[in-house]
């Protein structure tokens, strides 16, 4: 029962537009989302957070988007650099959930 | 250390040895989880430690999988009977309370040939 699903296996940008990477989820208790990267042969690094009392988080050329009613979250990054090509994993949890659940991953390519 | 690590970073064993696979979280960090990674997939929950006791195991596949932290900091995954479905990637990561971000290590490549 996949409760964080990455519908989109894939993605290719050029560089220096936008990269759009979303994910939804059917479990209405999470409340804690998180976007992960990860390189080959490295374990996921944590990249931006969101609680679910906001709909929008930014930092720096990444931005989270929340939309607790469509169950939906995405990943914007502006503008996409080469180094951004990795696999991004999205993570939702709850308070006393204990654990993480993740999606399949997308993996972005940047070119250049 | 200033991050997680975790040893060996490969192992190839053969069907029925058992292997155990070691975690150093970061340094004050409470919450331990280990995750399992299927070549496509997302990281999958196995268990996770609140200081030295396991809060949650429930996503242990089966009572050949066991894993310690007797002292709240350094845990070992224990896996007897190995079998070739075991294969995968296995991470560890830590926070600092449990419901925050965690951070991973580069995880532990096991091949059960």
């Not at chain 1, 009613?69 to 696999?87: E, F, N, Y």
């Not at chain 1, 993570?91 to 991953?105: C, D, H, R, T």
């Not at chain 2, 066991?66 to 995954?77: D, K, M, N, Q």
Request: aromatic share 12%.
């Amino acid at each position: 029962d996949q409760q964080v699903k990455q519908n989109s296996p894939s993605l290719s940008v050029q560089e220096g537009r936008i990269s759009i990477l979303n994910c939804d989820y059917t479990n209405s208790m999470f409340d804690y989302f998180l976007w992960y990267k990860k390189y080959p042969a490295e374990g996921p690094t944590f990249l931006i957070s969101i609680s679910s009392i906001k709909d929008k988080n930014e930092d720096g050329r990444f931005t989270v988007f929340l939309n607790k009613s469509a169950k939906h979250l995405s990943l914007h990054i502006v503008p996409s650099q080469p180094g951004d090509s990795a696999v991004y994993f999205c993570a939702a949890s709850a308070e006393n959930f204990n654990k993480f659940y993740f999606g399949s991953g997308t993996k972005l390519n940047v070119k250049p | 250390g200033a991050g997680v690590s975790q040893t060996p970073s490969n192992k190839v064993t053969e069907k029925g040895k058992y292997v155990e696979l070691r975690c150093d979280p970061i340094s004050g960090h409470t919450a331990l989880y280990w995750y399992r990674q299927s070549l496509g997939q997302g990281p999958e929950f196995l268990i996770y430690f609140q200081g030295t006791g396991a809060a949650d195991d429930s996503g242990l596949p089966n009572d050949r999988f066991f894993a310690v932290r007797p002292e709240g900091s350094v845990s070992t995954l224990k896996i007897q009977r190995t079998e070739r479905g075991d294969s995968a990637v296995y991470l560890c990561a830590s926070s600092q309370t449990g419901f925050t971000e965690a951070f991973f290590g580069q995880g532990t490549r096991l091949t059960v040939v």
